[in-house]
T-cell receptor, first 116, second 115 residues
Framework: DTAVSQTPKYLVTQMGNDKSIKCEQN?????MYWYKQDSKKFLKIMFS???????INETVPNRFSPKSPDKAHLNLHINSLELGDSAVYFC???????????????FGPGTRLTVL | AQKVTQAQTEISVVEKEDVTLDCVYE???????LFWYKQPPSGELVFLIR??????QNEISGRYSWNFQKSTSSFNFTITASQVVDSAVYFC????????????FGAGTTVTVRA
């Protein structure tokens, strides 16, 4: 029944570790996104994939690498975790409309990452 | 570049009061889309409304209403007869008209409704 799901919901890890967050959507959308929400609740786009092709790659450290095995999945791998990576990471999905924008993005429940 | 400003950081009201959340946006696009999302204490982001730049009609959905005014670049949100369950962070967001896939969010307004 869940439209956009993420695993895990909570992730607590040590500095320097590598971790992954997984996202799946069953809405039939062709575009998926990763957003980061910082401690002040500010939301910022990180990446977006359309039909497995990267279409948005904001200024994000190279330690972050998205991977989209198919239209319904978008994973986020983070290498060498740092304290500043602690945040809530949201996955979202939408249709990519003609002209390339504007359709509603539906969000997953978020993954709270804590780096110790 | 797109920009969304939510000047109110926090609003506290007593149940049954009305509350209006301000949203002012900046864009150079003639076609653009505006959104409101709700983030309750449980943390998920819930879609509330989408409005395109060519549709300036106000909208009402239950106790929620939205006022879109292109002349002042504003897309304000009113909760009528607020309830405790309305306590949340509310985000206004914007995407551009062409090949601008990302949502640009405002900083959010925290609404606390006291019983």
């Amino acid at each position: 029944d869940t439209a956009v799901s993420q695993t895990p919901k909570y992730l607590v890890t040590q500095m320097g570790n590598d971790k992954s967050i997984k996202c799946e959507q069953n809405l039939g959308h062709d575009t998926m996104y990763w957003y980061k929400q910082d401690s002040k609740k500010f939301l910022k786009i990180m990446f977006s994939y359309n039909n497995k092709e990267l279409i948005i790659n904001e200024t994000v450290p190279n330690r972050f690498s998205p991977k989209s095995p198919d239209k319904a999945h978008l994973n986020l791998h983070i290498n060498s975790l740092e304290l500043g990576d602690s945040a809530v990471y949201f996955c979202a999905s939408s249709h990519l409309t003609t002209g390339g924008s504007g359709d509603t993005q539906y969000f997953g429940p978020g993954t709270r990452l804590t780096v110790l | 570049a797109q920009k969304v400003t939510q000047a109110q950081t926090e609003i506290s009201v007593v149940e049954k009061e009305d509350v209006t959340l301000d949203c002012v946006y900046e864009t150079r696009d003639t076609t653009y889309y505006l959104f409101w999302y709700k983030q309750p204490p449980s943390g998920e982001l819930v879609f509330l409304i989408r409005r395109n730049s060519f549709d300036e009609q106000n909208e009402i959905s239950g106790r929620y209403s939205w006022n879109f005014q292109k002349s002042t670049s504003s897309f304000n949100f009113t909760i009528t007869a607020s309830q405790v369950v309305d306590s949340a962070v509310y985000f206004c967001a914007l995407t551009g008209g062409s090949n601008d896939y990302k949502l640009s969010f405002g900083a959010g307004t925290t609404v606390t409704v006291r019983a």
